[in-house]
């Protein structure tokens, strides 16, 4: 089993408001879910030292593995496991988002 991952650039991430994040997924119509999850995958690549592919976020069917590897790159930002992570965006995706958003606005503001 490889190593938790780990923060290496602390620039990499930015601060969002999760209620702002919350407004927009609605008035979209889940399109802001899509940016959000390729816009945190390149955040994560940036900022840890995880490989991930952000275009697979959001492309149907394969948005799975990206999803995964959002999962397991965001053990650096939050104090979560990444099959939790994983499982949580499966069953009850908000659950994780706020996790992982809550993660990186720590790491963005310290």
């Known amino acids: 089993m490889s190593a938790s991952p780990q923060v290496t650039d602390a620039t990499a991430f930015e601060d969002g408001s999760l209620g702002l994040q ?14 959000w999850l390729y816009k945190t995958a390149k955040q994560l690549d940036a900022g840890t030292d995880q490989n991930l592919t952000p275009i697979l976020a959001v492309i149907p069917l394969v948005n799975i593995i990206g999803i995964w ?42």
């Not at 930002?77 to 993660?103: E, K, M, N, R, Y």
């Open 69 to 110: 590897q959002i999962s397991n790159a965001a053990e650096a930002v939050t104090d979560q496991s990444g099959v939790v992570l994983f499982l949580l965006f499966v069953v009850f995706g908000p659950i994780s988002w706020f996790l992982i958003q809550s993660g990186i606005n720590d790491v963005a503001t310290n």
């Open 22 to 35: 919350v407004v927009l997924f609605v008035v979209t119509g889940t399109l802001y879910g899509l940016y």
